[in-house]
């Protein structure tokens, strides 16, 4: 028995977060820059083609606190969530939380 999916996407990006959400994901908490690009794509790609999509992406102005929702989310309903950061000095706040 194989444990391949097939996803009709346009990008790596696309898949990646329509992977996220059939696994359960629900919000992706962002503290976004420049290396974004891709997701944001991805993103209007995939609220073009459902009206009502799986994962949220919820702005946050700063990684410690996107992380801190994250924690929180899964803390009051046992269901992990994700977070991404900008490179560089955005991975070393949101490691801090």
Not at 37 to 63: F, Q, Y
Not at 70 to 78: K, R, W
Request: proline share 3%; net charge negative; hydrophobic share 45%.
């Amino acid at each position: 028995m194989s444990n391949k999916k097939t996803i009709a996407v346009e990008s790596v990006a696309e898949a990646y977060l329509t992977l996220m959400a059939e696994r359960g994901i629900e919000y992706l908490f962002a503290n976004d820059g420049t290396d974004f690009a891709p997701v944001i794509e991805a993103l209007a790609a995939i609220n073009a083609k459902n009206t009502d999509p799986k994962l949220k992406v919820i702005s946050v102005g700063h990684e410690n606190v996107a992380t801190s929702m994250a924690m929180s989310y899964y803390l009051h309903t046992g269901r992990p969530q994700t977070v991404m950061f900008h490179v560089n000095v955005g991975t070393a706040n949101g490691l801090n939380a």
